[in-house]
């Protein structure tokens, strides 16, 4: 089973909102740092935001202002909200999880986000 799962994606209208979750199983979250990528074809993977265990939050500079990294210790919980999508956000969004005391880290299987009129 894998231990880093995403939902939440979804067709939506420019400027709409989605909230974008990562539940992760079966390892201390609260020992690793959590980040959100993601992928267009063609395109290698590109990181989008992330949240420190310690919970100090960073953004590309194409979404400050407009996403929210989160995340619950006590759910094992990682969110994005995106807040006045665009069309170049449309993409595969990935959720990935990272030790902070070693090189171990996982990846979800992906969740696709379409933004379109």
């Known amino acids: 089973q894998v231990p880093v799962v995403e939902s939440g994606g979804a067709l939506v209208q420019p400027g709409e909102s989605l909230n974008l979750s990562c539940a992760v199983s079966r390892i201390y979250f609260r020992a690793y740092h959590a980040n959100w990528y993601r992928q267009t074809p063609g395109n290698q993977r590109a990181l989008v935001a992330s949240i420190t265990a310690g919970g100090t939050t960073n953004y590309v500079d194409s979404v400050k202002g407009r996403f929210t990294i989160s995340r619950d210790n006590a759910k094992n919980m990682v969110y994005l909200q995106m807040n006045g999508l665009r069309v170049d956000d449309t993409a595969v969004y990935y959720c990935?999880?990272?030790?902070?005391?070693?090189?171990?880290?996982?990846w979800g299987q992906g969740t696709q986000v379409t933004v379109s009129s």
């Open positions: 990935n999880v990272r030790n902070q005391f070693s090189s171990q880290a996982y």
